[in-house]
């Protein structure tokens, strides 16, 4: 066993610190990968890190982002799992389209004809006309 002494002191701190750092991040990812309900977070969010573009948001766009990506808003796939009325994850479909798609964020943001004239106001059309997960 090594025994630290007093000028070993800021090196065990380093050391310490990163060690529990790296177990909290293979916990977090462990806790991300295993987690269906964040499925579509997986999709662009593979590290734990900082994302700077959320600074350039305004306060009010920045709550609603985080909602959406933490999967905190009111869709089929989130509220369809729940109480005596649970329905299948592949047949929570939108209720305010006849697309019969699973009302998922990503159906949300991209694809429901509901949604059309938010995103021509806040979207250029690059990523709606054909959208990709990616």
Known sequence: ???YQAENTPCFYMIFKERALDAFKQNW??????NKCLDSYKNYKSMFCFEEYIDLLPIKLRSHLSKLRLCSIKLAIETGRYGNNAIDRNRRFCSLCGLREIEDEYHFVFVCPAYDHLRKM?????????????
Do not use: A, H, Q, T
């Open 1 to 3: 066993m090594v025994s």
């Open 29 to 34: 990812f462990n806790s991300v990968s295993v």
């Open 122 to 134: 806040y979207l250029k059309p690059v990523y709606y006309v054909r959208p990709s997960v990616f």
